[in-house]
């Protein structure tokens, strides 16, 4: 019987998976699978099926739907203004103002400083004895608790921006930068004012870098509770109180059951809001 | 199919056979039992232990646990919650309150064994500290069995107190006004608290509030500072006599660090109380105090005249244990007298007193059986006698601990409060904005 020769385009193939193979399979050993057993869990109390009583517990729990809000409320909080900043800055950068390169260079800056030396700087700024209060003292004003009252939620989002601005704005140039001036020269042509350029030239072409951005952002946004861990701890103020510190404390508790059904809770979260993002560019695009 | 076919079949049927049959055979049954006090005594604890029970059981018993050196036993913790968490924990698992964040909330996560029907059985108030066994209940479960616990005691000299017209306290708030007129003394040195840090808190901090009956958390119902108007006596004063001792001098401190517990200096009475953070039976304390002076040792009083007691170490079954019958009559054995008197003695997870009563009797019998012929030097270096405990001392000071009530504060609770108040310690902000700041950690904390 004679041996089936692999084609050359099978052999391509085979090749291209035996090269993706390793990536593959830690993707499924240290995500996929601990994902599904993550998601049996979420079905369990100890090794007792008990359905869905545990998403009940969770669900139900008002310090559960508390953080649950206000990670939502930060991610509509930081998200659209960092796009917002990183653009303007983009177009700033782009339109070459005097210093470029220096600014270019401070706004990338925070992007390569580690974690801990920016929280401890913000620690320094904002703490009950930091920078702040002491220059609100020199000015007569009186004391802010900045990081143990509802300041802390501007806080966190402060350093949210201050920390990823930089990434933004390398994307956005590049979007920037993408765009052919032969669409510019025609819009001068046709008369368009600059606010036209903007709409009907500018934005229309950085749209794909835009939506990921905007997935980028959102999923920064929900590890934005690193920086509030490292910096107020276990329990912070309520208004920092996300998601994530939920799960964790519970971790810490060893209660399985809550930390299975948040961390689903989480992935549906960013789901829903990747789904909707790509349904908004999927329905801009004439259903394409 | 050909023949040999057929005999290749067949053997390849009877080797697979043969190896089922050879794991059915089965090893030896262990019960594992989980000890996590991993300190040098551990070795010798861990034979006495499975040499107890071996005797009696048909399964072998194996005691786990390790001496991880001066860094402690963290990463034995690390194992146990790992291992609890993975569902392989073992059979029966000793461990002390301070392994875990919140063994209340620990017991949400089904780790463990409902309990509830042994204790109902075999453990009636007639024969255990019926205060301290409550802390193992959850509602309506039993999910922990109090083995050991602490109250906070006090050792002074009955001249001090004669000479200021006082009487042993009989609540926290006497307690802590004796201890506040006593620190303006100007002949006296200051006194109990150690200037030594422990995990951040002031020396003995852990120990007062304890010793208050104070609870942070109402567990049953999650209501958070069920006593505030205690929690705040407690805390105007202590911040009070923490400002009293900040003028202890350098002189006070080296001596103090020298003597490490404050014993020996009954003899010139210069201290009102040497509050001790575990039971009173330790050899120096009253070594130290065994010359001609009307020595007093009790427990502190709670606010409310009773006795706040903290369980040191807890038995839990897990739930995934493979043996839960052989499990829960270890258990029993560990509750009997035998073992609770040897608690004291030969194995001791944390200096603790027993659960179960009148077992402090006997080693009170056997402590003062080795003080007879013995000596201790004093700061001078003269020698003394060792003089016996008094009975009467010893039936007030049992009588009080056998009536202690489980008060319960997670170490992360405590840690919050310290965190919290740290500010009004130090005059820097007021008690009420403190208290907020408290409230709403312990909120998040209780509910979540």
Redesign the interface.
């Known amino acids: 019987m004679k041996k089936k020769k692999l084609t050359l385009r099978q052999k391509e193939s085979l090749t291209g998976f035996l090269f993706a193979l390793p990536a593959i399979v830690g993707t499924v050993l240290f995500f996929l699978l601990p994902f599904v057993l993550n998601f049996a869990k979420s079905f369990l109390?100890?090794?007792?099926f008990v359905f869905l009583d545990n998403y009940i517990d969770v669900l139900g729990?008002?310090?559960?739907a508390m953080s649950a809000w206000n990670t939502l409320r930060f991610l509509l909080a930081a998200v659209p203004l960092i796009l917002l900043l990183s653009f303007g800055a983009a177009l700033l950068l782009h339109r070459g103002m005097r210093a470029s390169a220096f600014f270019r260079t401070v706004f990338v800056f925070p992007m390569v400083l580690p974690v801990c030396s920016v929280i401890l700087f913000f620690d320094i700024l904002f703490a009950?004895?930091g920078a702040m209060n002491g220059l609100f003292t020199a000015l007569g004003l009186p004391v802010v608790?900045w990081l143990?009252s509802g300041w802390a939620f501007w806080v966190l989002v402060l350093l949210y921006i201050w920390k990823n601005i930089g990434y933004d704005i390398v994307l956005f140039l590049a979007a920037l930068n993408s765009i052919t001036k032969v669409f510019y020269e025609a819009a001068d042509i046709e008369g368009a004012s600059g606010w036209d350029k903007m709409r009907y030239v500018t934005l229309p072409m950085i749209r794909p870098h835009l939506v990921f951005l905007v997935v980028i952002s959102v999923v920064n946004g929900f590890k934005a509770f690193r920086e509030a861990y490292i910096l107020c701890g276990?329990?912070p103020?309520?208004s920092i109180?996300m998601l994530q510190h939920?799960i964790n404390?519970?971790f810490?508790?060893?209660?399985?059951?809550k930390l299975a059904v948040g961390t689903i809770v989480i992935f549906l979260m960013i789901l829903a809001m990747v789904l909707l993002i790509f349904l908004g560019k999927w329905r801009k695009e004439g259903g394409k | 199919m050909n023949a040999r076919k057929k005999v290749v079949l067949m053997l390849v049927c009877v080797s697979l056979l043969l190896s089922l049959c050879a794991g059915c055979g089965g090893e030896p049954e262990v019960l594992e039992v989980w000890c996590s006090d991993g300190t040098q005594e551990f070795t010798h604890r861990a034979e006495f232990l499975e040499q107890q029970f071996n005797s009696s059981f048909d399964i072998d018993v194996t005691v786990f646990g390790q001496y991880y050196g001066e860094e402690g036993d963290a990463e034995l913790t690390l194992e146990l919650?790992n291992r609890?968490?993975a569902?392989d924990g073992p059979d029966l698992v000793l461990f002390q309150a301070s392994d875990?964040?919140?063994v209340r909330?620990?017991a949400?996560?089904?780790?463990f064994m409902d309990l509830s029907k042994f204790a109902e059985k075999r453990l009636n108030a007639d024969d255990y500290v019926e205060g301290i066994l409550q802390d193992g209940w959850y509602g309506s479960e039993c999910w922990y069995i109090p083995l050991g616990f602490a109250v906070q005691s006090y050792v002074t000299v009955g001249d001090v107190l004669t000479e200021n017209g006082w009487q042993e306290p009989k609540d926290f708030d006497e307690f802590l006004a004796q201890i506040d007129a006593y620190g303006e003394n100007p002949n006296g040195y200051r006194y109990f608290l150690r200037p030594l840090a422990y995990g951040g808190q002031d020396g003995l901090f852990p120990s007062l509030f304890s010793a208050s009956g104070v609870m942070l958390l109402d567990y049953e119902t999650d209501t958070v500072l069920p006593d505030e108007d205690g929690l705040r006596r407690f805390l105007e004063s202590y911040r009070i006599i923490r400002q009293q001792t900040e003028t202890v001098t350098e002189e006070e401190i080296a001596r103090l660090n020298e003597s490490q517990w404050v014993g020996e200096h009954y003899t010139r009475r210069d201290y009102c109380y040497s509050v001790m953070d575990y039971p009173l039976f330790h050899a120096l304390n009253l070594e130290s105090i065994s010359v001609e002076q009307d020595r007093r040792f009790g427990v502190i009083p709670a606010f409310d005249g009773e006795t706040a007691g903290q369980v040191t170490v807890y038995a839990a079954i897990s739930?995934?244990s493979q043996n839960p019958e052989d499990a829960l009559a270890l258990l029993e054995r560990m509750l009997g007298k035998t073992m609770q008197q040897a608690i004291l003695t030969d194995f001791s997870i944390a200096f603790m007193l027993p659960v179960r009563k009148d077992c402090a009797a006997r080693w009170l019998e056997g402590w003062n059986e080795d003080m007879e012929g013995s000596y201790w030097p004093d700061s001078s270096g003269e020698l003394h006698p060792s003089q016996p405990l008094e009975e009467a001392l010893c039936e007030s000071y049992e009588m009080q601990a056998e009536s202690a009530v489980a008060v319960y504060n997670s170490p992360?609770a405590v840690e919050?409060l310290w965190e919290s108040m740290a500010?009004y310690f130090e005059g820097?902000?007021d008690y009420d904005?403190c208290l907020e700041?408290l409230r709403?950690?312990l909120?998040?904390?209780a509910?979540?």
């Not at chain 1, 109390?45 to 007792?48: D, Q, V, W, Y």
């Not at chain 2, 949400?108 to 780790?111: I, K, L």
């Open positions: 109390k100890g090794r007792r729990n008002e310090v559960f009950d004895a608790q143990d276990d329990y103020h309520e109180y939920y404390n519970n810490q508790n060893l209660n399985y059951q | 919650q609890l968490m569902g875990f964040r919140d909330k620990l949400e996560s089904g780790c739930a995934d992360v919050m500010s820097t902000a904005t700041e709403g950690k909120t998040l904390y509910k979540e």
